[in-house]
């Protein structure tokens, strides 16, 4: 049993093509026992386990060869326990067993607790679906996993991925700081407003590497998320998909918005707590997000609703999304990752870590005020003036 998964994995491994190596691979602390790597459908979490285990082929072989990568998709484990697998895998000498789709797994949370505490030499690094709640009211694994956020490509990645370039990361204080520098630096090698809205439109998820309509894909992908990331997930009932999907349809037609929960809800023929409900569930599994005033959060109202990266603005060909849109929520999904980002009442869109005023703009505006300004017409910039693009960088 154990060769054929290992001949798989070994398959995997040695075909896995990752064009970009993500950041969040020297983030993680890969000496922790329970590892999760969290995110929404389509940001290539598989392919990251893989990459991990061929890195791990060229940097320790030894410790590779006792890797096993596993997906709980394989109808073995409709009848065998991840418990006894993982006795096996032990037994034999392995020590890292890397696990995909751990949701399909009924009792994924206690029988990677009981595979923690009974196998004190094994390391388990899963994936879990972004709207898995990992720490939070879970019992079983909350007080031992480590959970990692993996996210679609920045705008940074997809330079690198495309023109097959080595673009580093800056920090956000380096950006406000001397973000003329580093724009002019980076122009010296390419023209980033070039390629900023083929990235807006379809950069942020793998996707657009494959040989298919992204657009198409994309419409799949969503849909797959609400079919079973979020009914089995959150164990919805089936008939509630129709209203889930007119909610989603909803936000894609009116995002960035103030909510209106009472009109949402009578749209989709359902009561104002479980609209809410439904409104969080779209943020979990990635498809929202939610921006509030300092010190506010869910179950409150947001102040405004974004979708969660700028390829979902254009997932339905009924609305053309003005550019001030786009740019407000590129600004938004490339920030909150790393930082606190809030709503201020203050004459500014949002407040950064509590502590830098900042606007989103399409145009630059006339005259430069206090605050900071994230325009995305601007290659490079000057003041508190910075090209929107550049913050595509910060991982």
Known sequence: MLK???????????????????????????????????????????????????????KNPELAQRMLYVNFNDFYFTEHSLVDFAGEFVASGGTT?????????????????QCYFRYPNLHIIFTASSIMRLIEDNRDIGTIVHPYNLRGFSFREYLNVTLGLKLPVYS????????VEIAQQICQHIKPLHYFNDYLHHGYYPLFLEPHDFSESLLKMMNMILEVDVLLVKQIEVSSLPKLRK????????????LNVSSLAEAIDCSR????????????????????????????KPTKVYMQNPNLCYATCTREPDKQAI?????????????????TDRSAMFIIDGKYYMDAL????????????AIADLEVGNQKNIPLWLFGFLY
Not at 101 to 106: E, G, M, N, W
Request: glycine share 6%; charged share 25%.
């Open 4 to 58: 054929a998964f290992k001949k798989t994995h070994d398959y995997l491994v040695e075909h896995v093509h990752v064009p970009a190596r993500r950041v969040l691979m020297d983030e993680i602390n890969w000496g922790d026992r329970l590892i999760a790597v969290k995110g929404g459908r389509g940001v290539g979490k598989t392919d990251f386990l893989l990459n991990y285990a061929k890195e791990m082929l060229k």
């Open 97 to 113: 067993l890397l696990i995909d789709q751990a949701f399909k797994y009924p009792n994924w949370s206690r029988e990677l607790s």
């Open 172 to 179: 956000l204080e380096d950006i406000l700081k001397n973000h």
């Open 247 to 258: 909610l989603l349809y909803l936000m894609l037609q009116q995002t960035p918005c103030s």
């Open 273 to 300: 707590s479980t609209t809410m409900n439904y409104i969080k569930y779209l943020k979990d599994a990635r498809l929202l997000n939610m921006l509030y005033p300092e010190g506010k959060q869910f179950p409150l």
């Open 327 to 343: 740019a407000e929520t590129f600004f938004y999904a490339t920030l909150h990752g790393n930082h606190k980002i809030n709503a």
């Open 362 to 373: 399409a145009t630059t505006p006339q005259k430069t005020g206090i605050r900071y300004s």
